[in-house]
């Protein structure tokens, strides 16, 4: 079973800066099978990233995603204030879905 | 796709817990379904998903206590999780993967709150 950690739990920055969330697989993880989400409070979450760094539907080219094997990144550019939140990073792999716990993006 | 799920809201310690996931706008057939699970202020826990009526797989930790089941005729995804605690308290989302090849959870419901409570 694949464990994922996110680094950091919380990040507080401004509007316009960049941010970078990490996560970490206890193995490797299949390039097909990372993906990061968005959640906001009272809303389900919205899938972000799929297969490491292809963006999903609607999903405007400030996000990005990267990464092989076990470590892995998002990336926002350009922070727009709909952009704090929480971010999820999950993986699927041995036939089971994880999540990770979970990165507070947050006002400065 | 859209998603909605249903349930009690209210569910007695040490009882079934009885999920069901009905998907309009396409069929739910040849997609990977799954329920997931969020305990207020926390994060998300995926408990099983169902391939058409041919692959299941369970959480390791929620195996023990969790069925999920599909009715292709009527378009839905059910659940049960028996024996439950107050730490089973959360919001239950269903949620379909995007694809046999490179998967995400692109269609997610609203989430239906189940509290247990005596």
């Known amino acids: 079973e694949i464990v994922l950690s996110q680094s950091p739990d919380t990040l507080s920055l401004s509007p316009g800066d960049s941010a970078t969330l990490s996560c970490r697989a206890s193995q490797s993880v299949d390039s097909n099978s990372l993906a990061w989400y968005q959640q906001k409070p009272g809303q389900a979450p919205r899938l972000l990233i799929y297969a490491v760094s292809t963006r999903a539907t609607g999903i405007p080219d400030r996000f990005s995603g990267g990464g092989s094997g076990t470590d892995f990144t998002l990336t926002i550019r350009r922070l727009e204030p709909e952009d704090f939140a929480v971010y999820y990073c999950q993986c699927f792999g041995g036939s089971l879905y994880t999540f990770g716990p979970g990165a507070k993006l947050e006002i400065k | 796709v859209q998603i909605q799920e249903s349930g009690p809201g209210l569910v007695k310690p040490s009882e079934t817990l009885s999920l069901t996931c009905t998907v309009s706008g396409n069929s739910i057939q040849n997609y990977y379904w799954s329920w997931i699970r969020q305990p207020p202020g926390k994060g998300l826990e995926w408990i099983a998903y169902i391939y058409n009526t041919a692959s299941t797989n369970y959480n390791p930790a929620l195996k023990s206590r969790a069925a999920i089941s599909i009715d292709t005729s009527k378009n839905q995804i059910s659940m049960r999780l028996t024996s439950v605690t107050a730490a089973d308290t959360a919001l239950y989302y269903c949620?379909?993967?995007?694809?046999?090849?490179?998967?995400?959870?692109?269609?997610w419901g609203q989430g239906v709150l189940v509290t247990v409570s005596s």
């Open positions: 949620a379909r993967d995007r694809g046999l090849w490179q998967r995400g959870f692109s269609n």
